[in-house]
């Protein structure tokens, strides 16, 4: 297309009728293309009516630079023989005695160059109907009109902003990084609480205090019922005994199994189907708690909700039971974290350890784990581990906390809860900074783009579908967001596929590698820039030539231009998240990763991105066969992001309307 259009629809509309939203600007266009036949009387209009037939076929076409009908007519046959037919026909009907009668309308050479002809009107149509899907466009107009820093003998690496050059420019981005970085460490990543046992009869749970826990649970073999209150008064016969008689060894997730293995994980489990309990958290006030400092909302995030879902009821038994350092799985895309209640019944030791972003928080449930029931709730990527019990059983029910939208929150709801959530953007130190910053003529004075790293991880390469970010964003990075679009610039998620073990071009003067600490460098592939067209193939394809002249110009001594467009290190961003893969198609040294993954992890090579933070946490995007002297694997791995298109001066100083 003649205007990259990088990015897909962002989560502006309902998820759960995100495939409705889709259908019905996809059945707009076709109305468009219809109208257009009976009004112009010309081909263009049926070649239009069958690309939009092509696009509701296969909607991810939106993002080449020309269709790929081959790929599309492999995965839909019959409709695509169906969608030539009527082409044909419109095209007889239209300009008689056009095609050639003896080939395949799809194969004639007239139609190829219409075809990516008229991709684009139907892409800049598209655009209109679904305008959120313009960021992409946006970016790269942006990042064209900076001036590119010239070459000086040996090139450091640089964000591509020029400005960085300029000391002061340097100091004000690292003043946002550390703004950033005091955003993460200061974020809330776990919270946790206590309810005493309150053994009188009919009291309330509105004072705060619980009545004994009751737990029924059946055999494995689903003969026998058993039940048991906590607290007791004896844990080493009777139905605590029982209850760890009857529960199955509890195991852990590791690369997509789930491992058995005392050594590292010793204790009971009994699955939601075997077991029933008396507590439910939200009777004391739990999830209200756990949305407020783990999904507090930010104006108009504001509808998020937690779903709370009973997992495990585990037993941790002394002399041995413990949980070493591990991160769990997460068992959707929508899940945030964990909620683990640990229910009353005595025991010794066993400390619920939590770690993010080197912060720990040490919950020691034992002096009285026979009195009341205790609680903690973390993000799911959080580092955790239960430390070994000396004495008694440790009995813990585990929940998992999903993402939900609710449309309407209603003033009793709000009342209900007692305290409001909503945190506006203008309270948090981060947006002063911001403000400030782009307030300054010389701070990105021609615009550019910021990129910011996902400081929490997310599982934005999963086998499921229906990711949502930015809803389900955590901690600071649910604040960078909210700053950034309440200021009012275009913004997105992105993931981002390393380039040469790097995710982003390293800056010195920031401190800035690009890399993740202490990863490793998986594969020896080299990167391209893809092929692309219009402005996009003029941006990449100077750099070579440009590069040729350097070389010259070295050689033989010769002075630098001042200013002019030069090569810069790039990005490789993807227009949306997929799902990981794994591919036969594989790459011989000479390969790159255009050829082995361009159509199904399409990528864009984007100098110019102003990189703020380290990338943190990263995904296997997919996997793919190597040759060389020996057959192989090679996998490539993506970082989430946050993108923003700052725009110049001139435009951020105009009063708003």
């Known amino acids: 297309m003649g205007q990259v259009r990088l990015f897909p629809n962002r989560p502006s509309v309902d998820k759960n009728k995100g ?44 993002h080449r630079f020309s269709p790929d009908l081959e790929a599309v007519k492999a995965a839909n046959a019959s409709e695509m023989q169906r969608l030539a037919f009527n082409l044909k026909t419109s095209l007889d009907h239209q300009v008689p005695g056009y095609l050639d009668s003896a080939l395949d309308v799809l194969d004639d050479p007239k139609l190829k160059p219409k075809f990516s002809q008229r991709w684009d009107a139907v892409g800049k149509q ?4 679904d305008p959120t899907g313009s960021f992409g466009g946006t970016m790269l107009e942006t990042l064209i009109a900076l001036p590119q820093q010239p070459s000086k003998g040996k090139k450091k690496k640089t964000t591509g902003a020029s400005a960085l050059t300029s000391a002061a420019f340097t100091e004000a981005c690292q003043q946002l990084r550390e703004a950033i970085e005091n955003e993460t460490s200061s974020a809330s990543f776990t919270c946790g609480g206590i309810i005493p046992i309150n053994r009188t009869e009919g009291h309330s749970a509105s004072d705060n205090t619980s009545s004994a826990v009751g ?13 048991l209150d906590l607290p007791v008064t004896d844990n080493l016969t009777g139905p605590v005994g029982s209850l760890i008689a009857d529960c199955q060894p509890a195991s852990f997730g590791r690369g997509g199994e789930d491992i058995l293995d005392p050594e590292y994980r010793r204790a009971g489990k009994l699955d939601p189907g075997y077991f029933a309990t008396t507590f439910h958290p939200a009777d004391f006030g739990i999830v209200d708690i756990v949305e407020r400092t783990l999904l507090p909302d930010i104006s108009s995030m504001r509808s998020r909700k937690l779903r709370v879902e009973l997992y495990k009821l585990n037993v941790y038994s002394g002399p041995s039971g413990h949980f070493r350092k591990h991160v769990d799985t997460p068992r959707s895309e929508h899940q945030i974290g964990s909620l683990v209640v640990c229910l009353p019944c005595e025991f010794e030791g066993g400390n619920l350890v939590v770690r993010h972003n080197g912060q720990e928080t040490n919950f020691d449930w034992s002096p009285q784990s026979g009195s009341t029931i205790q609680w903690a709730a973390f993000y799911s990527d959080c580092e955790h581990e239960i430390e070994t019990i000396t004495r008694g059983d440790r009995i ?8 939900r939208d609710v449309t309407e929150m209603t003033e009793r709801v709000e009342a209900e809860i007692g305290l409001s959530s909503t945190i506006q953007p203008r309270s948090l130190s981060l947006y002063g900074l911001v403000e400030s910053l782009l307030g300054t003529p010389g701070f990105m004075k021609e615009g550019g783009v910021l990129g910011i790293f996902c400081s929490h991880a997310y599982p934005h390469a999963s086998d499921k579908t229906g990711l949502q970010l930015p809803q389900a964003f955590k901690g600071a990075d649910l604040v960078v967001y ?16 390393e380039l040469n073990g790097s995710f982003g071009p390293g800056n010195d003067a920031l401190g800035i590698t690009g890399q993740i600490k202490d990863a490793k460098l998986r594969y020896e592939h080299s990167y391209s820039p893809r092929p692309s067209s219009g ?21 033989h001594d010769l002075p630098t231009p ?22 036969e198609t594989g790459g011989w040294e000479e390969e790159d990763i255009d050829v082995i993954g361009a159509e199904v992890w399409p990528s864009y090579y984007l100098p110019g991105i102003t990189w703020i933070t380290e990338p943190k946490h990263e995904e296997m995007a997919f996997t793919h066969m190597t040759y060389g002297n020996e057959a192989g694997l090679g996998t490539r791995y993506s970082c989430a992001a946050i993108l923003a298109v700052i725009p110049p001066f001139s435009v951020r100083s105009q009063p708003s309307e």
Not at 20 to 38: C, F, G, H, N, P
Not at 536 to 553: A, H, K, N
């Open 215 to 227: 737990v029924y649970w059946k055999t494995q073999d689903k003969s026998t019922t058993h039940s």
């Open 535 to 555: 402005k996009l193939t003029w941006m990449l394809t100077t750099q070579p030539i440009l590069e040729g002249m350097d070389i010259f110009r070295n050689k």
């Open 126 to 129: 598209l655009d209109q109907l």
């Open 482 to 497: 909210a700053v950034l679009k309440s200021l009012g610039f275009k913004v997105s998620v992105v993931p981002i596929l």
């Open 19 to 62: 495939h409705d939203a889709v259908s019905a600007i996809l059945t707009q266009l076709e109305t468009w293309a219809k109208e257009r036949m009976d009004e112009e009387g010309n081909m263009d209009p049926c070649i239009d009516k069958f690309l939009v037939g092509v696009l509701k076929l296969d909607p991810s076409q939106r």
């Open 562 to 583: 001042p200013a002019r467009f030069n090569k810069a290190e790039g990005t490789r961003v993807g227009p949306e998240f997929r799902k990981y893969f794994t591919t």
């Open 396 to 403: 813990t029910l585990t929940y998992n906390l999903y993402v």
